[in-house]
C-alpha cells in the first residue's frame, strides 16, 4: 500500500513534466571542466539563456523529464549549469536570455560577498545584462526559479536552474606563494607548465 501511494505521488508530482515530443533539445552534462564565456585580460563576458529541454537523469535509455535548465546561446542546456570561472578583480559582463514562457528569476550573479537577496527578474522573451566585479575568491553558485520560491521549495521542473560560480585567487609571485604542508610519506602530484620558448631550472 505504501509502494503504491508513492509511485501514484511520484507520477501526479511529474506528470506536467515528462516528455511528450521531439520540439525541445536534449540536456547535455555539464561535468564543470570547461569556464563558460569569453575571457579576456580583466574581463569576461558570458551570454546565458534559460530554456526547456529534455533530461534523461539516469541515461539515454532510459525515461526522460522536460524541465527548465541553463544554457550558453548557441550550445545545448546544461544540467548542472554553465560554470562561471574567473580570477579575483575580473570585471563579469553576463546577459541572460529567457527563451521560456514565464518570467524567471536569477540570483547570484553579484559581486562576492555582495547581497544574497540582489536577483533579475526577466520576462519572457526578454534578456537583462549584468555587469559586475568577481570579489572574494571562494566557490559560489548562482540559480534561477520561475515560480518565485526559495531555493529549497522550487518545483521539479526548475529544480535545476543552478550554475557554479568560482573566483580564483590571483596568483602571486615567492616568497608570497601558498605554502604546502604535507605529512612524511605523503604522495604529491605536480604539474608544472612552462608556456614560454626557453627552459627554466627547477628550484
Same mark, same amino acid.
Given at each position: 500500500?505504501?509502494?503504491? *501511494?508513492?509511485?501514484?505521488?511520484?507520477?501526479?508530482? &511529474?506528470?506536467?513534466?515528462?516528455?511528450?515530443?521531439?520540439?525541445?533539445?536534449?540536456?547535455? /552534462?555539464?561535468?564543470?571542466?570547461?569556464?563558460?564565456?569569453?575571457?579576456?585580460?580583466? %574581463?569576461?563576458?558570458?551570454?546565458?539563456?534559460?530554456?526547456?529541454?529534455?533530461? *534523461?537523469?539516469?541515461?539515454?535509455?532510459?525515461?526522460?523529464?522536460?524541465?527548465?535548465?541553463?544554457?550558453?546561446?548557441?550550445? +545545448? +542546456?546544461?544540467? $548542472?549549469? $554553465?560554470?562561471?570561472?574567473?580570477?579575483?578583480? /575580473?570585471?563579469?559582463?553576463?546577459?541572460?536570455?529567457?527563451?521560456?514562457?514565464?518570467?524567471?528569476?536569477?540570483?547570484?550573479?553579484? %559581486?562576492? +560577498?555582495?547581497?544574497?537577496?540582489?536577483?533579475?527578474? !526577466?520576462?519572457?522573451?526578454?534578456?537583462?545584462?549584468?555587469?559586475?566585479?568577481?570579489?572574494?575568491?571562494?566557490?559560489?553558485?548562482?540559480?534561477?526559479?520561475?515560480?518565485?520560491? =526559495? !531555493?529549497?521549495?522550487?518545483?521539479?521542473?526548475?529544480?535545476?536552474?543552478?550554475?557554479?560560480? !568560482?573566483?580564483?585567487?590571483?596568483?602571486?609571485?615567492? $616568497? &608570497? /606563494?601558498?605554502? *604546502? =604542508? +604535507?605529512?612524511?610519506?605523503?604522495?604529491?602530484?605536480?604539474?608544472?607548465?612552462?608556456?614560454?620558448? %626557453?627552459?627554466?631550472?627547477?628550484?
Amino acid at each position: 500500500m505504501t509502494t503504491r *501511494f508513492f509511485v501514484v505521488l511520484w507520477l501526479l508530482v &511529474f506528470a506536467g513534466t515528462f516528455a511528450t515530443g521531439d520540439d525541445v533539445a536534449v540536456i547535455a /552534462t555539464n561535468n564543470n571542466k570547461i569556464a563558460a564565456g569569453k575571457h579576456s585580460a580583466e %574581463s569576461v563576458q558570458v551570454n546565458l539563456e534559460v530554456r526547456e529541454g529534455r533530461w *534523461f537523469p539516469d541515461g539515454k535509455h532510459s525515461g526522460s523529464l522536460i524541465v527548465q535548465a541553463l544554457g550558453e546561446n548557441g550550445g +545545448p +542546456p546544461q544540467i $548542472p549549469g $554553465p560554470m562561471i570561472r574567473v580570477v579575483e578583480g /575580473t570585471m563579469l559582463d553576463v546577459v541572460v536570455t529567457n527563451r521560456i514562457a514565464k518570467a524567471v528569476i536569477v540570483y547570484g550573479l553579484h %559581486s562576492r +560577498p555582495g547581497d544574497g537577496k540582489a536577483h533579475l527578474t !526577466i520576462a519572457a522573451g526578454t534578456s537583462q545584462e549584468v555587469r559586475f566585479l568577481a570579489g572574494v575568491p571562494g566557490t559560489y553558485y548562482y540559480w534561477a526559479t520561475t515560480t518565485g520560491k =526559495s !531555493i529549497a521549495d522550487r518545483e521539479a521542473a526548475e529544480s535545476q536552474l543552478a550554475g557554479a560560480y !568560482i573566483v580564483d585567487p590571483k596568483g602571486l609571485s615567492w $616568497p &608570497f /606563494t601558498e605554502r *604546502f =604542508s +604535507p605529512n612524511v610519506g605523503e604522495p604529491l602530484q605536480w604539474r608544472w607548465i612552462n608556456p614560454t620558448n %626557453s627552459a627554466h631550472a627547477m628550484h
